[in-house]
């Protein structure tokens, strides 16, 4: 199959995967950082309140079923402004943003802010470049045990910078959940790699990919992301999608080369807008 799939297939199997994530999560957890979800205009729209991150808000999945108006964003802002949230991201594909999206930007103080790289790999050419990988130096990368989940979860967080108080309970929910497939890379017993990866039809979406600096440069992560697609492969799905940073002039982001390298063509770029809420709104 040709490698850049569709945009409704990507963003799809993103939003489709992101919403249980952010919603089948223990009620504590969900209390204490002020989460909800909604569905609204063929996406998905995810807000948690008390995130110092200002990462988890999110709104995508749009202009697959349902074209983007500005009645649709409306209410994506109106929801978001209910829930009290100060700020959310609207990650829309190019290809479906609309005419007057300017006009709509302007109306409800939506700005631009830094952009990411869809990308995607037919499931059998990933397979193909992983079965001709050197093994990582020191690590292994096995199926995630059920009772290792919540250090699991806290290595997620650590990786990526995030705090463990309730962000690692939310991340390690997704561990035991149906449709999940969690892996984790072991360097001398300790967890110190993680990936997972949501599995719907076709598309397999991968997420939380990632490492602890102390363990980079061994192969670790190219291993995780070979060890999902042997998975993908298994389960009957065709295509992998996953997401991250774009390139800044000058900077080097190695988990989009690590993808390169296994087969990934990046399907396009794209611009994550920011929402903020006006003052006394």
């Not at 993103?14 to 994530?21: I, M, R, S, T, V």
């Not at 497939?181 to 991968?206: R, S």
Request: charged share 20%; hydrophobic share 45%; glycine share 10%.
């Amino acid at each position: 199959m040709n490698a850049v799939v569709h945009p409704a297939v990507a963003e799809r199997s993103e939003a489709e995967a992101l919403y249980p994530f952010e919603t089948e999560v223990p009620d504590s957890v969900r209390a204490a950082l002020g989460m909800n979800a909604a569905r609204i205009g063929g996406g998905v729209v995810l807000s948690m309140r008390n995130d110092p991150t200002h990462y988890w808000s999110k709104a995508l999945g749009f202009g697959v079923t349902t074209p983007v108006t500005a009645e649709v964003i409306g209410a994506v802002c109106d929801f978001y402004r209910s829930e009290g949230t100060v700020q959310a991201v609207l990650q829309i594909a190019p290809a479906f943003l609309p005419e007057d999206w300017d006009d709509i930007c302007a109306r409800e103080g939506i700005t631009a802010g830094s952009s990411w790289v869809k990308l995607v790999c037919p499931v059998e050419k990933a397979v193909a470049r992983a079965q001709a990988l050197e093994a990582p130096a020191g690590i292994r990368v096995a199926p995630l045990e059920a009772d290792h989940a919540q250090e699991w979860g806290a290595v997620v967080t650590r990786a990526f910078g995030m705090p463990e108080e309730h962000y690692a309970r939310m991340t390690a929910a997704s561990a035991g959940r149906p449709g999940w497939h969690p892996f984790a890379a072991l360097l001398d017993g300790e967890i110190v790699g993680t990936g997972t990866m949501h599995a719907g039809g076709d598309a397999a979406q991968l997420f939380a990919g990632a490492v602890l600096p102390h363990a980079r440069k061994r192969g670790g992560q190219t291993a995780l992301l070979a060890a999902r697609a042997l998975r993908a492969r298994d389960l009957g799905c065709r295509v992998l999608v996953a997401e991250t940073g774009a390139e800044a002039p000058g900077t080097r982001n190695s988990s989009l080369h690590n993808m390169l390298r296994l087969g990934f063509q990046v399907a396009y770029e794209r611009r994550n807008w920011v929402w903020r809420s006006s003052p006394g709104a």
